[in-house]
């Protein structure tokens, strides 16, 4: 009997859906970020929203913002797991990794890092800007308050819960460590796929050649839905420099636009609604703290 069978399923469906995670994307116009605060509107919309455009001139010195301390950065077995999230390229990383210092109320534990990019030539994909600059990529090491111990729903409902160190990847180097890592990218290529990562590199290798004295800090959000506001911001000066064949075509299966097919970078402005580009400019004021270098 049909009717019965739907009496069946259809309970069950609906509990189902119930249980979705609410659909958003970067680019297509029916769940791109215009429509994320129809998702989360209790923070896509909010007024500390990130990413944002960090103005320089309007940042001021901050004695407060003292120099981190990078707990087993150094460590060459700590990046575990590589995974294709199906929106972004994430690396787990092992217990006991952490940053305190930097004006931070506590230690974080360092959990996953990820990447935000553009297409790989033409548009630049940081999700931060400086004095209106995009760079071409963009790390995010993701830190969660050590009193969560790691549980990340109770984090993003403290205003301070995670901290998110954010790295400019441009073009003009050539570290072995980011060869290392982009060749696992072949790897990865359906969302969901993951493959470990082999002792060897490190935070630090991966990091190489920032001055992580130099940053800008301010209060902001997570730039995908929900968006929370719960996140301290430190976007460091210096950018990491990888090779060009990371950044651009020139060997597509090292970079992630290639292996996913995708564009992820918040770009307020633009495609954004009004109510979005307010609560950015308002965001923008609060950056007025930047790191001095000690003589
Ligand atoms: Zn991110």
């Known amino acids: 009997d049909l009717c019965f069978l739907l009496l069946l ?5 609906l509990t189902k859906l119930s249980f979705l995670p609410p659909a958003w994307c970067y680019h297509k116009p029916s769940c791109n970020d215009t429509t994320w605060p129809t998702i989360a509107a209790k923070y896509c919309s909010g007024t500390r929203q990130s990413p944002i455009n960090i103005v320089s001139a309007s940042a001021e010195l901050n004695a407060n913002l003292t120099e981190f301390t990078f707990q087993n950065y150094g460590d060459t077995s700590i990046l575990k797991k590589i995974l294709n999230t199906g929106k ?9 990794v952490s940053i305190s210092g930097g004006d931070l109320s506590e230690a974080y ?16 994909g940081s999700e931060h800007t400086v004095d209106g600059k995009r760079y071409p990529m963009e790390l995010h090491i993701v830190n969660s308050k050590s009193t969560f111990n790691g ?3 109770l984090a993003v409902k403290d205003s301070t819960g995670l901290a998110a160190l954010g790295f400019f990847i441009e073009v003009r ?5 980011w060869n ?3 060749s696992y990218l072949a790897n990865i290529r359906n969302r969901g796929d993951s493959v470990s990562i082999a002792p060897g590199i490190s935070l630090d290798d ?3 050649g920032v001055d992580r004295s130099q940053y800008y800090r301010y209060l902001g959000s997570l730039t995908t839905p929900n968006c929370n506001e719960a996140v301290v911001w430190t976007v460091f000066k210096d950018s990491i420099k990888v090779s060009k064949d990371l950044v651009r075509p020139g060997h597509p299966e090292r970079h992630p636009a290639w292996v996913l097919g995708l564009i992820n970078a918040r770009i307020p402005g633009g495609q954004r609604s009004l109510a979005c580009i307010s609560s950015r400019i308002a965001t923008v004021i609060q950056v007025t703290l930047e790191r001095s270098k000690e003589p």
């Open 173 to 177: 180097g050539q570290p072995a460590s």
């Open 9 to 13: 399923i259809h309970p069950y469906l």
């Open 180 to 182: 290392t890592l982009t």
């Open 88 to 96: 972004t390229v994430k690396v787990s990383l092992g217990s006991g």
């Open 151 to 153: 549980n990340t729903t």
């Open 109 to 124: 534990d360092s959990l996953q890092f990820h990447l935000h990019w553009g297409n790989g030539s033409s548009i630049p």
């Open 206 to 208: 991966l990091l190489v």
